[in-house]
């Protein structure tokens, strides 16, 4: 795939769960910084989390952790952002968005790029085109 594509929005009730999948074809000779964003009409876009693939590590804005999980099918090509709790002020469209390192560079030096650019949209090159979630009390 050349965008990540991004299931699983939809309306809850405050408190409960949804999982959003981001679908994004991995290449063998690269290492990817995967990201989700959300953004609420009219407001910036902010990130929530982020996975490097070749370390398999897990980033979290602090707000968010404890509530939102990160994580990779390898399988299917899938990476999931498990919400729950989820409260009226996390509705938003969120979006998945990738970034990829060639594998030229060490798995060091492709993660420390991930650890260092993923809250900001600047540092991911291929985006999805969003899902809602709206989360009603």
Known sequence: Q?????HGGGSVQAGESLRLSCAYSLNADRYR???WFRQ?????REAVAAFYT????SYYVDSMRGRFTISQDKT???????MNGLKPEDSAI???????????????????RCENNWKTAAGFH????G???TVSS
């Open 33 to 35: 910084c995967i990201g």
């Open 2 to 6: 050349v965008q990540p594509v991004e």
């Open 131 to 133: 899902t809602q979630v």
């Open 126 to 129: 291929s985006w999805g085109q």
């Open 76 to 82: 299917k090509n899938l990476f999931h952002l498990q």
């Open 54 to 57: 070749g370390t398999e590590s």
């Open 94 to 112: 969120y979006y998945c968005a990738a970034e990829s390192y060639s594998r030229l560079l060490s798995t060091a030096a492709a993660e420390r």
């Open 40 to 44: 609420v009409p009219g407001k910036e």
